[in-house]
């Protein structure tokens, strides 16, 4: 699920408006609701008034024994005459009416103003225009049967809404006087009235309140969130870009940032305290640029002294082993012609152990005269197109005899012809060492393998032996200068710890790289690589 990135303004406008909507929405439908059970409970209330009135006026009707009207009057016009019942006067025809015929008169008059009508309805009526509906008779069944005072229902006639509310009309006495028999004893229940009152408008002015209520729901809760908006802004965003933009001056080092925030709250009080930590953070800047330039500059100082140490080590080296090369030649050639020159075995042996010893030092003194060389950058190098690949064999075949005195074998997967610029005589020393230290510590009657890898733009030189191998610990240190680390399985340390500082030195000097790989017990593996072009 993907993250939504808000800002902190956002979420808490989004989180009020997720609690403010519902409890508004559910605030605005109860309130809608009550209101429509109000107006439907003031419309059935007028209709019990109206019913009531109907009553008491079909009452008084019924104990008049009727009222006299001008048969040819306008208030007499439009009702049918069940019963003729005239009264001849000095003032022309009258017309008795009776509780339904008044009641008929009435509801013509009030429908006429469009405004309630109402009827009286029966299951075995006089007039057929008095027969009950389907509501009507269901409601004077219950009347009857149930003992029930009311009915209303919902309906529509015409395409207008209105509510039909039905009470149940008591035989009297003066019923059953007047209705000569149709009526049933007191008591009864002869039909019922039924009230028609529209509800257009109730319904209409329900609808805009609601609507008003909603205008009003989201008015309120716009200006809510904007007046939330501002206060968020001003009292939280405001202050929180304040330190945002102060921690980015700071991170950016630029330690003199302050906050100013002045609104009297925690705010302010946590302006003051980041205002605190950054003069305290820009002290000890300042202790430690202090601290700092005295140090470089104590460390320049000790740095020269040592470069000046480092080159009377590298001059008196290179003319210390300048100098020892020619007695140690001479000594060399002496122990020669002694060697052809003495018969006596004793002395022979002597001699044979001073010459062991004057080979290793004249290897020393090689060896020093050589890294100090390189190290002092006053090495003279031959760079010229050679072919390595010939090198290498040619390397293989001076290297042999020692090999094949301890009896292994050399094997070299010969890639063909690989001529690129390299300096022939420094390589050919890096390959010597590092066939020469294979011999030495490999194990009798073992390989040796030699690879060389084309790489287009480098050349991978590698070198492996089957012997002791090397401590995980002591292959970090073996192209240190003087480390001599334990490599036979005797654990005793051989040459004089410049061999494969001198291999390092010669090439990084060629732009590549050396370094080797072991297990212990097993094998090592020397690796070197060269650039095809000069760096």
């Known amino acids: 699920m993907k993250k939504l990135n808000l800002s902190l303004q956002y979420k808490f406008l989004l989180s009020i408006i997720f609690i403010i909507v519902p409890i508004l929405g559910i605030i605005f439908t109860w309130t809608g609701i009550q209101s429509e059970k109000q107006a439907t409970e003031q419309v059935l209330n007028q209709a019990r008034i109206l019913a009531n009135q109907v009553i008491l006026a079909r009452q008084w009707v019924t104990d008049c024994g009727g009222v006299l009207i001008p048969r040819e009057s306008k208030g007499a016009k439009g009702i049918p005459f069940f019963f003729d019942e005239r009264v001849e006067t000095p003032k022309g025809t009258y017309q008795r009416f009776t509780p339904a015929m008044v009641t008929k008169k009435l509801s013509q008059y009030s429908n006429s103003q469009d405004l309630y009508r109402f009827r009286l309805a029966s299951l075995t009526p006089i007039n057929p225009q008095n027969s009950a509906d389907d509501f009507e008779t269901e409601a004077l069944k219950k009347f009857s049967e149930q003992g029930l005072k009311e009915m209303i229902r919902f309906g529509r006639q015409d395409q207008k809404q209105h509510l039909q509310y039905m009470v149940p009309l008591y035989v009297k006495q003066g019923c059953v006087e007047c209705h000569h028999g149709y009526a049933s004893s007191p008591k009864g229940i002869r039909g019922g009235l039924s009230i028609f009152l529209p509800i257009d408008k109730m319904k209409s002015s329900i609808a805009t309140n609601r609507l008003k209520l909603a205008v009003s729901g989201v008015g309120l809760v716009l200006l809510t969130v904007l007046i939330l908006f501002i206060l968020m802004h001003r009292l939280v965003i405001k202050p929180l870009k304040n330190f945002e933009k102060m921690t980015t001056e700071i991170g950016k080092g630029n330690l003199d940032a302050r906050v100013s925030i002045n609104t009297g709250d925690e705010f302010e009080q946590l302006g003051l305290a980041f205002n605190d930590m950054a003069e305290r953070i820009t002290r000890g800047r300042d202790l430690l640029e202090a601290k700092i330039t005295q140090a470089t500059r104590e460390l320049s100082e000790a740095n020269r002294e040592l470069k000046t140490l480092d080159k009377l080590k590298s001059d008196f080296l290179a003319n210390m082993s300048h100098e020892l090369r020619s007695p140690l030649t001479v000594i060399r050639g002496g122990i020669d012609y002694l060697n052809r020159t003495i018969k006596i075995e004793d002395n022979r042996n002597y001699l044979e152990i001073i010459d062991k010893n004057i080979a290793r030092l004249i290897r020393l003194v090689s060896d020093l005269f050589d890294f100090t060389k390189i190290e002092a950058k006053t090495a003279e190098w031959s760079f010229e197109q050679e072919n390595l690949a010939v090198l290498v064999e040619e390397i293989i075949e001076i290297m042999s005899p ?134």
Request: hydrophobic share 35%; charged share 30%.
């Open 402 to 535: 020692l090999a094949f005195d301890k009896k292994i074998a050399i094997n070299y997967n010969n890639p063909g012809d690989i001529v690129f610029e390299f300096d022939l005589e420094r390589i050919e020393q890096v390959m010597v060492n590092l066939i020469d230290n294979a011999v030495k510590f490999s194990d009798p009657e073992t390989e040796i393998d030699i690879r060389v890898k084309d790489d287009q733009e480098t050349v991978t030189v590698s070198v492996k032996d089957h012997g002791s191998g090397i401590s995980p610990e002591n292959l970090k240190a073996i192209f240190d200068k003087f480390s001599t680390v334990p490599s036979g399985r005797d654990g005793k340390t051989e040459g004089t710890g410049l061999g494969l500082a001198i291999c390092k030195a010669i090439v990084e000097a060629h732009g590549g790289r050396i370094w080797a790989e072991s297990i212990k017990g097993v094998s090592s593996t020397f690796y070197f690589t060269l650039p095809k072009k000069r760096p």
